[in-house]
């Protein structure tokens, strides 16, 4: 938004990317976040009268929000919402200048575009994947890699050879 002041700080808790966090399980994380991010953005321009560039940036966030909104909806957060609370520690506070802000609200509409219909259950690695009918380990939790990450330790377990030829 271009009349914000260049020093105002939009608040957003937000998940740096991460190789080991699949974009679509990232927009779990971050998509709830811009919601409420915007949302109290939207009520501070609420509270300010007589000004049209304030009714004009309350009408684009408002627009900001309605979109975001959406794409929660999109997302099917019930099937996501225990990953969202089990990875809560993952979130770092941050104060970004519209610009920044923006650029972070776009780049969060361009993944989702990029991933498209994928609605997997989402999963943080936690650990190393083991065979499911060995007795002998124990695993603690359910993880998904990447495919990115998931074919090239399929190429490492079948020898060194393979992978040479990528």
């Given at each position: 938004?271009?009349?914000?002041p ?8 937000y998940?740096p ?22 949302h ?43 990953f969202?609370k ?6 770092e ?24 219909d ?7 690695p ?12 124990a ?28």
């Open positions: 938004v271009g009349n914000l260049n020093d105002y700080m939009i608040t957003l808790k998940v990317k991460m190789d080991s966090l699949p974009d679509h399980c990232w927009l779990h994380l971050m998509v709830p976040e811009f919601s409420r991010s915007l109290n953005l939207l009520q501070k321009f609420s509270d300010i009268s007589d000004m049209s560039d304030v009714l004009s940036n309350y009408l684009i966030i408002n627009n900001l929000t309605r979109i975001i909104n959406d794409l929660m909806a999109c997302l099917a957060f019930d099937k996501n919402k225990d969202v089990e990875n809560g520690h993952l979130y506070e941050g104060h970004f200048i519209p610009e920044d802000f923006f650029r972070h609200f776009n780049n969060t509409i361009e993944v989702y575009k990029e991933s498209g994928r609605l997997d259950e989402c999963f943080l936690s650990t190393v994947e083991t065979p499911e009918h060995d007795s002998r380990v695993v603690t939790k359910t993880f998904l890699f990447p495919p990115v990450a998931a074919s090239s330790l399929r190429n490492d377990s079948i020898g060194s050879s393979t992978s040479s030829n990528s």
